[in-house]
């Protein structure tokens, strides 16, 4: 028998036994179909609530929040008989034909209906079409064409099919399309790709399982939707293969199922596909019929064959699947309900009038300032730990410590040694008592010291002015965050501000400097201190010169210094060395000043800038551009934090509906989880 409906033409002995067999394939048919819905009532008690909310969550489309829902995802090679499968399993007709049937991800949603009058209709793009048997074809190839167009491109918009009728099992199968390699019939180059990136989408998440629909006829090992499911079910543990077209190619089928090559976790099922316009009741009996007569295929295990068993599986495997993960979905949903609502209440309040406009302003000045405060003045680091940059008082220190250093390091005394001493004072002598030491003499050489090191002040103070206005803008970025305008607007006031005090900074340096080198004074004892150690010393080294002849000598606090040169001064040597240690002397208070003075100079500065003049000014340039009109206008919600809080309040809506659906049936989900 090649799997024809069985004939009771037949006379005699033959025809009894024709007849028995049609009786028993009717019995077996019947006992099928009542166990498929005593099956039907069992699990509709139990599973139709589970998978009524499952489906409520993917019309409210949870997974756009990152949570993916258990699906039963079904994939084929094109022409794999994928489509015949799911009419079987409907009772309805689904488009058929070559190439393509099936354009974009086809939701089926099958549910058992007690009435004998079906209830079809569609959903997509936010609307509902009604429509029944007779027509439902002609209404999922118009909603195709308005999703994908009318050629035979294909999209990863959502179509969904409702099916209420009597006797099926309840049930949500997305279609998707069948697999080809080669474009025809106009369909686009990258045609492959497309259908391979979408198929790749619905069953990669391990909330899905894949039903590989199987030609009888081909290898399962060369089969494209059984490359691609491997690719995400290595071991096969979420992959139920349906093996169809079983009554055009018996042979071997057996040794295929049994031996599973290609790793199949959940099984096959053997079904023989609807042929022409056979009623779903005479497919069940020639499916029956089939299995039972056919010398090859009534080998097969009958636990594994018929459209019967497929639903049983299906039904059995959504059940677990969506016990199993509706207890993480719940998790999910509640982490991230708390986690979005915890964004919306961090970000701003709208602002609904001008004196909370103004009441914002006043507060994010007043928080920028004690920030500042405790980062400028009174170092405290508690804002910014893991900041070093912001720690400010540390880096001014290290900043003001390599500034000393750089002037002390142009300070070498030993360097040409009295040299320069002797010339000024061979160009600055007059008639006068021989041992008066010339003032002019003094100032001439303190100018050309001051002068060396004129730029260094200049350049720290422009080094630490920098340092500050990153500080004080990150400061009041972070608190003006909220408010693009109005940071941008404070941004370009404080910028100002203290490019204003840094220039201040620089002439008081600038003038501090020019003292420095037009005048000299100190009542700092050590200045006589120093001088009286060194000048101690003047005997023994002019002793050492011109007598002794020495070369190097050295000198309590200098080192050694080359004096080889200096013999032929003999007669400016005395007062050249005292010339030379009072500069030395007088040097260090000269460099202790510089720096000193810039320390308490910067401190007070930046005390300024934080309590007085950072206010002053930014109140300044809003009075300038339009008052307490400008300030509404820069605190208005930017479009990018609108979008974001639009986007938070549809996700917490979606969420709350989310989660609303699930405490609906939250004791049939608990009993699941244990």
């Not at 719940?330 to 979005?340: A, F, M, N, P, Q």
Request: with cysteine; hydrophobic share 40%.
């Amino acid at each position: 028998m090649s799997g024809g409906k069985p004939s009771l033409k037949k006379e005699g002995v033959e025809s009894h036994a024709s007849l028995n067999t049609e009786v028993e394939l009717h019995v077996e048919h019947e006992a099928i179909f009542h166990d498929h819905v005593a099956i039907v009532s069992y699990y509709n008690d139990c599973i139709t609530p589970l998978l009524d909310a499952v489906d409520r969550l993917r019309q409210l489309q949870v997974v756009k929040e990152g949570i993916q829902l258990p699906t039963i995802v079904v994939v084929g090679d094109q022409s794999s008989g994928k489509s015949s499968v799911l009419e079987s399993l409907a009772c309805i007709n689904l488009p058929l034909g070559d190439g393509i049937c099936t354009r974009v991800p086809l939701i089926m949603r099958l549910k058992h209906h007690p009435s004998l009058v079906p209830e079809i209709f569609l959903q997509f793009n936010d609307k509902t079409v009604p429509t029944d048997e007779a027509h439902v074809v002609d209404a999922i190839n118009l909603a195709t064409d308005e999703i994908a167009g009318n050629g035979k491109d294909i999209s990863n918009t959502e179509l969904t099919l409702v099916v209420k009728k009597y006797g099926v099992p309840d049930l949500t199968l997305i279609d998707l399309p069948g697999i080809t390699r080669v474009p025809v019939h106009s369909q686009p180059e990258n045609i492959y790709e497309k259908i391979a990136n979408i198929i790749m989408k619905y069953i990669s998440p391990d909330e899905s399982v894949i039903l590989n629909v199987l030609s009888a006829s081909i290898d399962f090992s060369t089969c494209e939707s059984i490359r691609m499911s491997q690719k995400v079910d290595k071991n096969g543990e979420r992959t139920l293969a349906v093996v169809t077209k079983v009554d055009k190619s018996p042979e071997g089928l057996l040794e295929k199922v049994t031996r599973n090559d290609v790793n199949i976790g959940l099984g096959y099922v053997c079904v023989r596909n609807r042929i022409g316009n056979e009623s779903y009741d005479d497919v069940r009996k020639e499916e029956a019929a089939l299995f039972v007569t056919h010398q090859l295929l009534s080998k097969i295990d009958k636990s594994i064959v018929g459209i019967q068993v497929l639903a049983q599986k299906l039904v059995q495997i959504q059940a677990n699947i969506i016990a199993k993960c509706l207890p993480d979905i719940v998790r999910k949903i509640d982490e991230k309900l708390t986690t979005k609502i915890s964004e919306l209440n961090g970000m701003p309040r709208r602002l609904l009038s001008v004196a909370e406009v103004m009441a914002v302003f006043t507060g994010i000045i007043g928080s920028s300032k004690e920030s500042l405060r405790k980062i400028l003045v009174r170092g405290e680091i508690d804002e910014y730990p893991h900041e070093k940059n912001m720690h400010d008082t540390a880096r001014l220190v290290e900043m003001l410590n390599e500034y000393s250093a750089e002037l002390h390091n142009f300070s070498d005394h030993t360097k040409n040694f009295m040299i320069n001493e002797i010339k000024v004072l061979e160009e600055t002598k007059r008639i006068e008592l021989p041992n008066i030491l010339p003032h002019h003499a003094i100032l001439t050489i303190l100018q050309q010291k001051v002068e060396e090191i004129s730029e260094l002040p200049i350049g720290f103070v422009e080094k630490v002015w920098a340092y500050i206005r990153g500080v004080v803008v990150s400061v009041l970025n972070h608190h003006s965050a909220n408010y693009h305008q109005l940071q941008l607007f404070i941004r370009r006031a404080v910028v100002k501000l203290v490019d204003k005090m840094k220039d201040w900074s620089i002439d008081w340096v600038t003038e501090i400097v020019q003292m420095e080198k037009e005048t000299d004074y100190t009542c700092n004892p050590e200045y006589m201190k120093e001088w009286n150690k060194l000048i101690a010393q003047q005997q023994a080294v002019i002793d050492n010169i011109t007598k002794f002849g020495f070369s190097r000598v050295r000198i309590d606090g200098l080192k050694e210094v080359v004096v080889g040169d200096l013999r032929g001064h003999k007669h400016v040597l005395l007062q050249a060395f005292d010339l030379k240690m009072r500069l030395i002397a007088y040097w260090k208070i000269v460099l202790m000043r510089l720096v000193d003075n810039m320390a308490l100079h910067l401190q007070l500065s930046i005390r300024n800038l934080v309590n007085k003049e950072m206010e002053k000014e930014i109140v300044n340039a809003l009075l300038v551009t339009g008052g307490g009109v400008a300030i509404e206008r820069m605190l208005e919600e930017p479009p990018s934090v609108a979008s974001k809080r639009e986007r938070l309040n549809t996700s917490i809506k979606l969420l709350r509906e989310s989660k609303e659906v699930l405490e609906n049936i939250r004791d049939k989900i608990e009993c699941g989880d244990h």
